[in-house]
């Protein structure tokens, strides 16, 4: 019941995504705000008696230092305690969603990025001369070029039912 509850809760809501039947994340924050964070809580099979499985392993949370994201984490098992025995996963949802700036006051983004883009700019040069070669063209002579040209209209296109099947033979 909890599911059909989260499908029509979350209809439309480009924040709210479902990973699979028990599983399911949602983005708190907007696209392209520095303090989003996107968090995933997977159902046990005894859930709602036990507690689910929540997460903040998704790439969308790189940014995130770990010291946060373990904080957002020891806030939302603190929630979870409270409301075992009942179905909770919207709960959590609104939760964060209504803390995001408590949680959310000792964020400095980390700059992952950047040791990312060293390495790219570092194997760069090494690559680059490998799919020049790779690029080249086959080279075609003047007979084979005038060829190619007669069969089509001399605009690369071939002539209307060049494919078509002869039915009289």
């Not at 209504?98 to 883009?117: A, G, R, W, Y």
């Amino acid at each position: 019941m909890e599911l059909e509850a989260l499908r029509s809760i979350y209809e439309g809501d480009e924040s709210f995504r479902e990973l699979s039947p028990v599983s399911f994340q949602y983005r708190i924050g907007e696209n392209g705000d520095p303090k989003a964070f996107l968090i995933e809580i997977s159902w046990t099979e005894t859930y709602p008696q036990t507690p689910p499985i929540i997460s903040m392993n998704a790439f969308f949370n790189n940014t995130i230092s770990s010291a946060v994201k373990q904080s957002i984490l020891a806030k939302l098992q603190e929630a979870v305690e409270v409301n075992l025995g009942t179905a909770m996963t919207y709960t959590l949802f609104e939760y964060a969603k209504d803390n995001k700036e408590q949680f959310m006051e000792n964020h400095h983004p980390v700059n992952s990025t950047t040791s990312i883009s060293n390495i790219i700019s570092v194997e760069t040069p090494t690559t680059a001369p490998s799919s020049k070669k790779k690029d080249k063209k086959e080279q075609l002579s003047k007979a084979q070029k005038r060829k190619l040209a007669d069969k089509t209209d001399h605009k690369g296109e071939l002539p209307r039912g060049w494919n078509w099947v002869d039915v009289v033979k």
